[in-house]
């Protein structure tokens, strides 16, 4: 399956509310300076995505881009979390292996995520750097791909709890 | 939340309304007294919520990590105790602030029955209503309109009605019409439910577009709250407080009136508001606390209170529940709300068992993103688990009735106080023989249609695992004997003629109906009869 634009505009919307076309300013957040998420953070978050996401999602990147991008700089309390949670992850594979995450190979990046751990850990925005890295980065992603149809769909729910896909698909029976 | 501190909270002057409370009773009564041209102030203890956050809501709702109460319930200003044999979990559903608990409430909004209003000249057990189903139908009418209710006129066991609803009924889920089939083999018939959500779009608001979490928030407004009707008062003109906390009502010399509620401001400034009449619509909990906090010289036992009813007959509903998995698709988890109930088991045949009001889910088990936000495995292998883990849940639940116990009731905490020294309310609960019956009574229905299904059983909540549904009800109750009840047919206590009650405090028995309905039946009576002393 190809994630398309419309696909991370979708997991915007979900994440941050509706409204987006034409959108300029941060207006989630409060009281915080725009965050920025730089080419690094785009490569991590999709190196991250390629170990969450099954392996029929492509265009990983453009989608990860399109959505974290847009998500940090809209929900800057939120993105300086994300932005954070980059730089714990990333000192963490340095220490291990010795390179940053977005560098691992795929078997490196699934196997980080389990002996940080990151799979076992509670999602916790102010918590240990564990609890960070899974809040702000993979249950984001995850959130991304699952709350909207993009993901849901390849379970057979077109119209998940978080996305407004109407009232219709619940009459229907299965395909 | 949008509310400042410094916005203006000082009291009106010339009040000729004071209502407490802007939750559905209040704004209800709100709105249609200051639409007759009455001058109307609403005190709030809470604060008004911005609705442009309702998104973030939804996503704190959705997403784990976040421990902050979703409408900010909790802490020293929300603080209860809990000392009957059945704990309360008084904060898990009700709201403060402006539009109340209909923030977070799901929306279901069916008229009791007429057997409700006559239990015990029926069947000899609980009370008998004052008024009959007959006196408040015209105001189920006007409730119905109020809300937006989408129904159908297609349930047999409802009661009469004089129209269709005002918007068509949500149509049936697919999983609707596999219960419908193992319904009619085990003889159960089954029938719409009426919402209190716009199918179609209002001048109020869009129609419904299926974000799926209208309990505990819809961020499109289709779900109807009580901030619509709050917004229409002040468009007449009232002036709704919000952050104004009412510590007591204060009465003049004679015990015959209220002369103000005295509130406290975000600022720790003490105000008194005056007026000609004051609705208390505070809740089940709160409104008799208020009364119990209001006591004096005159009455030592609380205001209003000299039946010694105020806080007791506290009632819930009881949820009962099976549910388990088919070997096919039940396409669960599309919307966040019920499109087919039956009334079939509703009313009672003799005294043996109380009312059960039976419900076909359409939300049953996970969805794929509360499977993934709590996943160990990722990629392909957290995808198998999603596609093992959802899609297949099935379930039922039921509203199950309690009677009316003294001994059931909200009083004050005599050793822990809120945030402004006021003694906390504390919650004393029970269920008797005949309720714990009627669960297993419903357990045993939903079973049987589970089965025929053909279902997989994996849980059943029954009576020893049972809870409330956060229907508080019954603790200021409405009679014509003032020694035995608190407040009149027209909402107005027995003890105080300007003191009237809106909310489902005044049910004298609670049926097993969602009680939203009805409360707003009788705040829009209430409210008249208010507007004929003005």
Known sequence: ?175 | MSASSSEDRTPSRNADVCVVGAGPAGALVAAKLSAAGHDVVVLDAGPRFDPGEHEQRMETHLRPGKTEPLWGMGGERDDYSTSGEQPYPLNAARVKGIGGSTLHWQGMVMRMHEQDFRLDSELGVADDWPISYDDLRPYYAAAEEAFSVAGASDNPFAPPREQPHPLPVFPPSYSDSLFAEACEEVGITTHSVPNARNSEPTDDASACVGYGTCKPVCPSGAKYDATRHIDAAEANGARVLDQAPVQRLEHDADGETVTAAVYVTPDGTDHRQTADEFVLATGGVETPRLLLLSASEQYPDGLANSSGAVGRYFMDHLFAGVGGRLDEPTRQKHIGFNTTESHQFYDREDDSRSAIKLEFLNYAGPAPVDIALGAEEFGDALLSRIREEYGTHIAMGALVEQYPHPENCIRLDPERTDDHGNPIPDVVWSLDDRTKRTIRRANEIQRSVLESLGADIDWVVGPDNTGPTYHHMGTTRMGTDPSASVVSPDCRTHDLSNLSIAGSSTFVTGGAMNPTLTLAALSLKAADAVASRL
């Open chain 1, 1 to 175: 399956m190809e994630l398309t634009r419309r696909d991370a505009l979708t997991a915007l919307s979900a994440a941050v509310g509706g409204g987006l076309a034409g959108c300029s300013a941060p207006s989630v957040d409060s009281g915080t300076e725009p965050a920025e998420l730089d080419g690094h953070g785009v490569d991590t978050l999709a190196a991250l995505a390629a170990v969450l996401y099954p392996n029929e999602a492509e265009n990983v990147r453009g989608f990860v881009k399109e959505y974290a991008s847009e998500r940090v700089r809209r929900s800057p309390d939120h993105g300086s979390g994300v932005v954070d949670a980059i730089r714990v992850l990333d000192d963490y594979t340095e220490t291990i292996y010795g390179e940053r995450f977005a560098d691992l190979s795929l078997a490196q990046r699934r196997e980080a995520l389990q002996e940080m751990p990151i799979a076992t850990a509670d999602p916790v925005p102010d918590g240990t750097d564990q609890q960070r890295v899974r809040y702000y980065l993979v249950n984001d992603l995850l959130y991304a791909f699952y709350a909207t149809p993009t993901g849901a769909e390849l379970a057979g729910l077109e119209n998940p709890p978080g996305y407004p896909g109407g009232t219709t698909s619940y009459q229907r029976g299965p395909r």
